[in-house]
């Protein structure tokens, strides 16, 4: 519709413009529109010729009469590359699509500057911006973002990758230009503490905070500490992760005083006396993920003075033993959703897990990997947890047919089940042909004596149930577990909810790499060996695109 060239004449939201009225094109230089066109007429009339279109169908623009709001709606409905394609149908068109966009990412490299204010001038409703740079290329420095912050003063979320050049003057004088700002994400970023706490001193409204390999603070012991600022009624959600000096943002956790979510990933540094600090207060922390980090029973402990925490990811923190998880259990009444890694190690096994289902009657969503839990702690948490509806058993050599069999016996409540890297046989999982009434789904991965004759035999008996079984990948190492934030063989054994992920394209490139993927590491390298060595954003109805680190529980 409309898809010839138009002028418009009239300034504001709701001018109207008439579309010009070309001459019919030959039949081989016509578009598929002018196809499609041809062939309903030529089924109503086949003695018609095609080229004689009545005038009122063929010419007409329907968009001509519709207000600009509507036809705004109509491109968030789109893909970000229908859209970017409508924009070039007439000037009306491009500046409705232009004034509709609240999302906008951009390849940020120093090219970029002199761009700035042509590119803001049309996207000048834009909220969320997300600015990226590819390692190879020089990213935009202090000025650009000074400029973006000038044009972008209603910004509420921005997202930083790359931006190497930016110091903490551009990260000051954004503060001071973007005080409304409610979510912020760096990655591989270059500024240091002073920029950060101009951040957290300027924008009063801040919410999330999500820091990733942020190299200015890797000075030891000389970093200034970072704390929460005008921000510590605000801030709700923190995540750390890849972090050499982490510890100087201590002050900015034990200060935000309404904090809810805490994640800790990958960062060194000993966080007990961090946890020991927060137990000892009032707080309000409903979730906390903790991965490779160096924490221990004492950390735990702490933890367990956190009335409200309802989820809790223990993965691969091997000084973490069934102690700690003793002492959360009996605290922590509240829990629903656990997942430990144990790596592997054997330091928590039934004694923790029994204490698990002895206390945490609330408990839905459970994830157990690298763990070796008999059929004691299983019987205890099938009896006891009767909400559990999504349970994930990974790279165990002590749960076999018996301990599979009391989970489609006891756990009534059952939705979704995943069992990997398992002692189990096809005798195993023909038990849920009866057991689990509500189970919906089943996934069977590198249980090298399950066959795919179970599979068959399973669907034929319980027709709703979906049954993914994996026969052909027979484990050749040991399963890892993965990474919780990254999603690895987690997000494959736990697949409850699939996130929507959607594409940022990029202005002026093709799609940049990511920065952020870390490959799966098996239990014998060093913890944290890690720190070796298409157009525009999408339609406003989108969610914002958060590369971080999304609750991992939510893919199971």
């Known amino acids: 519709m409309g898809q010839h060239s138009s002028t418009h004449c009239g300034g504001g939201p709701k001018y109207r413009h008439r579309s010009l009225h070309p001459s019919p094109l030959p039949n081989h230089h016509r578009s598929t529109s002018d196809h499609s066109q041809s062939d309903f007429f030529s089924l109503m009339n086949s003695d018609e010729d095609e080229l004689m279109i009545p005038s009122v169908f063929g010419n007409q623009d329907y968009t001509d009469e519709l207000p600009d709001e509507c036809l705004a709606l109509i491109f968030q409905c789109l893909s970000s590359g229908d859209r970017k394609k409508c924009s070039l149908v007439c000037r009306r068109w491009l ?59 209603n910004l509420i979320r921005l997202k930083l990758r790359g931006c190497r050049d930016v110091t903490d003057v551009g990260m000051s004088a954004f503060a001071r230009n973007c005080k409304s700002l409610k979510k912020f994400s760096c990655g591989s970023c270059m500024f240091g503490a002073k920029g950060m706490n101009a ?42 992760k890849e972090l050499y000096n982490g510890q100087c943002f201590a002050p900015l956790i034990i200060g935000s005083k309404n904090l809810k979510t805490l994640k800790l990933l990958r960062c060194l540094g000993d966080w007990d006396r961090l946890f020991e600090t927060i137990g000892s207060r009032d707080n309000h922390v409903a979730e906390i993920h903790l991965e490779r980090l160096q924490v221990g029973d004492t950390g735990l402990t702490a933890i367990s003075n ?52 002895e206390n ?46 009391c989970i489609a016996t006891k756990c009534m409540a059952l939705k979704k089940l995943c069992i990997k890297g398992c002692e189990v046989t096809d005798e195993g999982i023909e038990s849920f042909a009866w057991g689990c009434p509500n189970l919906v789904k089943i996934k069977v991965k590198k249980c090298k004596h399950v066959t795919g004759d179970v599979a068959d035999w399973l669907r034929a008996r319980r027709r709703f149930l979906a049954v993914n079984l994996d ?74 695109s958060n590369g971080n680190a999304g609750d991992s529980s939510e893919s199971l």
């Open 95 to 153: 500046l409705v699509e232009g004034q509709s966009r609240h999302r906008l990412a951009l390849n940020a490299k120093a090219e970029i500057l002199p761009h700035v204010p042509t590119i803001f001038s049309r996207f000048d409703s834009v909220t969320k911006l997300a600015l990226r740079c590819d390692r190879k290329s020089v990213s935009i420095n202090d000025e650009a973002l000074t400029l973006i912050s000038l044009r972008c003063s």
């Open 199 to 240: 951040l957290l001193d300027h924008c009063s409204s801040l919410e999330e905070l999500s820091v990733k390999r942020l190299r200015g603070i890797n000075d030891g012991f000389a970093a200034d500490p970072i704390g929460p600022g005008a921000a510590a009624s605000s801030l709700k959600s923190i995540c750390l």
């Open 306 to 357: 956190c009335p409200k925490l309802e989820i809790l990811h223990l993965v691969k923190t091997p000084e973490c033993t069934d102690a700690g998880v003793v002492a959360v259990a009996r605290k922590c009444k509240l829990l629903r959703k656990l997942h430990i890694d144990g790596w592997r190690t054997n330091r928590i096994g039934d004694e923790g897990l029994v204490a698990i289902a």
């Open 360 to 405: 945490s009657s609330s408990l839905k969503e459970l994830v157990l990997i690298g763990l070796n839990p008999t059929s004691t702690s299983l019987l205890a948490i099938a009896s006891n947890c009767q909400k559990l509806e999504r349970l994930a058993l990974c790279g165990s050599d002590t749960i076999g047919d018996p301990e599979v069999s």
């Open 471 to 544: 026969v052909g990948e027979i484990d050749t190492e040991p399963v890892d577990g993965g990474s919780a934030s990254d999603g690895g063989a987690l997000e494959e054994a736990v697949d409850f909810q699939p996130i929507a992920t959607s594409t940022l394209p990029i202005i002026g490139a093709t799609d940049i790499p990511s920065t952020s993927n870390v490959g799966r590491s098996s239990a014998s390298k060093p913890w944290f060996g890690i720190f070796g060595g298409k157009g525009l954003v999408a339609c406003t109805l989108r969610r914002w």
